[in-house]
């Protein structure tokens, strides 16, 4: 199984367009919105979320490029971890597609219908299907872990219930390679331990750092549980997820963990702070755009 990151940004990228933060004006890799694209073959491939950078992320990638036939895509379909924004404007700019199947959870297949009507919209495109998720990729099993109950500001009004939020574990059978990924945690929830186990590798939520960073990250009045209402575990901390990729190396683990949706406001940004350096030394990684594992 290949698994190629597209993009490993939080919500705008980074840097972030309307900001001039210190770290957005540090000349740091640029990073596009996260995304990820997963396959057994090399040949077809399916998307992990749809970021709103998602036509840039595909030319960048060349084993996603159109071809050999005028208008063979190997993109075989969509999975969506949530309806934030970040994670499901991309399907209309796929919408050239000409119909790919999409699979979400209850909740999400919802909001995209009736708070925000993506689906209306690329409906009238071609043979789009919405189905939810659970289902196999081919020949790759997919299993579905409800992770959070935020749910986007567009569908607050909403009275569906959740969850809201999912991970994914996907195993590839031909080669025992297990891949979860997680890029939305408001905490580690229950079952999340036993998810990941075996896993050769786990994307995780690293939208923050600290417990605190959003409160002193603008004038704008950041309330100091902003980070809790926004869904996002921090890093470091006592609860932080940094302290539970420990107690797994501790126990004997072999799973690799890296971190992916990074806020412009994460000092792991910056390969030269010490956040990055604390980060580095507790087993974790911070991979760019464009990396690519196989398992």
Known sequence: MRVLLLGTAAGGGFPQWNCACALCKSGATPRTQDCVAVS????????????????AQILANPALHAGPGPREIPIRGVLLTDAE????????????????????????????RDCFPVRDVIDGYG????????????????SVLPVSD???????????????????????????GVFVYAPCLKTWPDGFDEFVADAGLVLLDGTFYSPGEMSGATASGVS??????????PIAGEHGSLRRIAAHREAG??????????????????PGAPEHSAVRLAGAELPLDGTEYKL
Not at 40 to 55: C, E, F, K
């Open 150 to 176: 935020k749910r986007p500001k567009y569908a607050r009004s909403s009275t569906v219930e959740g969850p809201w939020v999912v991970a994914y574990r996907i195993e590839d059978p031909a080669t025992g």
């Open 40 to 55: 057994a073959d090399g040949v077809g491939w399916y998307l992990i979320n749809a970021s709103p950078d998602i036509r």
């Open 85 to 112: 924004l970040d994670h499901s404007l991309g399907l209309l700019m796929l919408r050239e597609a000409g119909g790919l199947p999409v699979w979400a959870p209850p909740a999400v297949l919802h909001a995209l």
């Open 253 to 270: 683990s072999t799973t690799h963990w890296a971190y992916t949706h990074l806020n412009n406001t994460n000092p792991v940004l910056d």
């Open 224 to 233: 100091d549980d902003a980070q809790h209402v926004m869904g996002h575990i």
């Open 127 to 142: 043979g789009w299907e919405w189905l939810p998720a659970g289902s196999s990729l081919g020949s790759l099993r997919v």
